[in-house]
C-alpha cells in the first residue's frame, strides 16, 4: 500500500502509487522559456570562457613551500613568525588556564557542603 501526506490534515493517508510518488507542488514539464534574468550583468557560460582559468590574485603557492620546506628546526605551525608565536601562546595559556580552572572547580565541588 501506498502512503501520501494529507494537503488538509497532515496526516499520513493511503493513496495509489502515481500520486505517491509524485510530490505536491512539483510539475513534470519543463518550461518553454527561459527565466528573466536575475543578476545585472549576465554570467559567461563556461563553454565561453575557454580552458584557461583566470584568478584574482598571484599564486602564493611556491613561496609558501620554500617557508615551509625550510629545515629550520621550527615546527611547522610556528614557521610563520611572529604571529603563529603569538597565537601560539595565546592558544597555550588560555588551555592551562581552563584546566587549571576546571581543576579548581572540581576541587571546590568536591567539599563537602558546609552546614548553616
Known amino acids: 500500500m501506498y502512503y501520501k501526506v494529507s494537503g488538509v490534515t497532515g496526516k499520513l493517508t493511503g493513496a495509489t502509487a502515481a500520486s505517491a ?4 507542488g512539483l510539475k513534470a514539464t519543463v518550461p518553454s522559456q527561459a527565466p528573466p534574468m536575475i543578476f545585472a550583468v549576465p554570467t559567461k557560460v ?7 582559468a583566470h584568478y584574482m590574485g598571484i599564486n602564493k603557492v611556491p613561496e609558501l613551500q620554500k617557508i615551509f620546506q625550510k629545515s629550520d628546526g621550527a615546527p611547522v605551525h610556528l614557521k610563520r613568525g611572529v604571529m603563529d608565536k603569538m597565537l601560539y601562546r595565546t ?13 579548581m572547580a572540581l576541587y571546590i565541588a568536591a567539599q563537602p557542603r558546609k552546614p548553616q
Open 91 to 103: 592558544t597555550m595559556g588560555l588551555t592551562i588556564g581552563g584546566t587549571l580552572y576546571c581543576l
Open 21 to 24: 510518488y509524485s510530490p505536491q
Open 46 to 52: 563556461v563553454s565561453e570562457t575557454g580552458s584557461v
